[in-house]
Nanobody
Framework: QVQLVESGGGLVQAGGSLRLSCAASGRTFSSYAMGWFRQAPGKEREFVAAISWSTDSTYYADSVKGRFTISRDNAKNTVYLQMNSLQPKDTAVYYC????????????????WGQGTQVTVSS
């Protein structure tokens, strides 16, 4: 079973940047699309960004388009989320997960979740 471990969260001022990492165990990492999601207090978990297994396709939620960039390094079994121009509304616990395709990932049809990493943006 694949295990996912997110890291890189923290407290940042509005306008700042953070880079999240998600390290995956297992030898099949490169066969799956990967995604980032977030959940703010009192809200449902929502899709943020996804990347295909081959890295040639990416997809973003409108709320982060132009500010966040998803990437992956299949040799390191790691997917990243570079977050720039952070805003207080980006405050949430961020999770990664894998799925069969970008479409399914964007629809939250994914496998198991990691424990998440907290991102807090102060105004």
């Amino acid at each position: 079973q694949v295990q996912l471990v997110e890291s890189g969260g923290g407290l940042v001022q509005a306008g700042g940047s953070l880079r999240l990492s998600c390290a995956a165990s297992g030898r099949t990492f490169s066969s799956y699309a990967m995604g980032w999601f977030r959940q703010a207090p009192g809200k449902e978990r929502e899709f943020v960004a996804a990347i295909s297994w081959s890295t040639d396709s990416t997809y973003y939620a409108d709320s982060v388009k132009g500010r966040f960039t998803i990437s992956r390094d299949n040799a390191k079994n790691t997917v990243y989320l570079q977050m720039n121009s952070l805003q207080p509304k980006d405050t949430a616990v961020y999770y990664c997960a894998r799925g069969s395709t970008i479409l399914l990932v964007s629809s939250l049809v994914v496998g198991s979740w990691g424990q998440g990493t907290q991102v807090t943006v102060s105004s």
